[in-house]
């Protein structure tokens, strides 16, 4: 054998020594830790931690998903920025305020820092979907009493569909532990009637398939059928909160780039495809505006090359 190959193979060998000394369980979890690489940070992400909750809706629940230090970061970044919280109206898309929910709220930065980017990373990592299509991660402060009434995560107003497409999954992470109350539940799910019913729920977690809030666990679910039409049964809610106080940060992932859709919205001035140039020059921007140049709604594809972008972009 080759003294560089012996090497490596004793040093395999020697790295899986110390699992062998572990129970069963232990070594399985220990085991099966993936490490992926996306961009700048390293995502260790555990799927033995995963759980199935639900087939309809689509719900899987990660436990221990953050760390302690990363909830307690995340809460730190946002104490001092809440602000009410708001729903979509169905007509015109804008944000309005609502009774149907009552919670504040903020949205950070995408990879704002360290641990915001790492967290980012890992949920690209669990969703397989790309970090890309998410919005920024928005935190959610509960205070007695605070809810917010079953709803679902994709959108009636054609505005905001345009900005990403629907939102085809949300990762909902919990950043405290909740006293009583502030359960998350799933009014349609056919799991509703599996979930043990003793213990501390409240009332309003026994009217459907119910997940505690436990600081660091992430609960993942999806909106959308794997053939892409929306799912009446991801209707969820967020129970009230009957004693403490409940933090929680929600990821919302899209069908499509939200970055890209987002800057399009803002004006940014860009071609989206590499044969703009071209387009243009055949005369496209006048006889086949709405995807070159776009409608008032949506930014178009080629707005630099048909030199349509605004003055302060
Ligand atoms: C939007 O429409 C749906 C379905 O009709 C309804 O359940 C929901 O409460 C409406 N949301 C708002 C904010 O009006
Ligand atoms: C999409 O999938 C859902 C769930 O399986 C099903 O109920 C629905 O009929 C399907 N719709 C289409 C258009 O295929």
């Known amino acids: 054998m080759d003294s560089r190959v012996f090497l490596a193979f004793c040093i395999c060998f020697l790295s899986l020594v110390p699992d062998l000394a572990h129970s069963a369980t232990d070594k399985q979890t220990q085991g099966s830790v993936l490490r992926l690489t996306t961009g700048v940070s390293s995502a260790p992400f555990d799927p033995t931690r995963v759980t199935q909750i639900s087939w309809r809706p689509r719900a899987f629940l990660y436990k221990g998903f953050l760390s302690d230090e990363e909830c ?52 690209g990592a669990w969703t397989f979907l790309p970090e890309d299509n998410g919005e920024a991660i928005q935190i959610l402060h509960y205070e007695h009493g605070q809810k917010y009434e079953p709803h679902f995560d994709y959108f009636y107003d054609k505005i905001n569909q345009e900005l990403g497409g629907h939102r085809v999954a949300t990762v909902l992470m919990y950043l405290s532990d909740v006293k009583r109350g502030g359960e998350t539940v799933f009014p349609n799910s056919e799991a509703k009637d599996t979930q043990p019913q003793d213990g501390d729920w409240s009332d309003c977690a026994k009217n459907g398939y119910a997940v505690k809030p436990n600081k660091g666990d992430a609960l993942l679910f999806f909106s959308l059928h794997p053939n892409a039409t929306t799912d009446p049964l991801s209707l969820h809610g ?34 989206e495809n590499e044969n703009c140039a071209l387009w243009a020059a055949a005369g496209e921007c006048e006889s086949n505006p709405n995807y070159m140049v776009g409608s008032k709604n949506m930014g178009g594809f080629c707005r630099k090359s048909c030199k349509v972008c605004s003055s302060s972009s």
Not at 98 to 121: H, N, Y
Not at 240 to 267: D, L, M, Q, Y
């Open 72 to 123: 307690d970061h995340l809460i730190h970044l946002a104490k001092d920025k809440l602000e009410k919280s708001m729903v979509a109206d169905n007509n015109s898309g804008k944000s309005i305020e609502s009774e149907v929910r009552t919670s504040s709220g903020m949205f950070l930065r995408k990879a704002q820092d360290e641990v915001v980017a790492s967290v980012e990373a890992r949920i």
């Open 238 to 271: 967020s129970c009230p909160v009957i004693e403490g106080e409940k933090w929680s940060a929600t990821k919302w992932i899209h069908v499509r780039s939200f970055e890209k859709a987002a800057r399009k919205a803002n004006g940014d001035c860009s071609d």
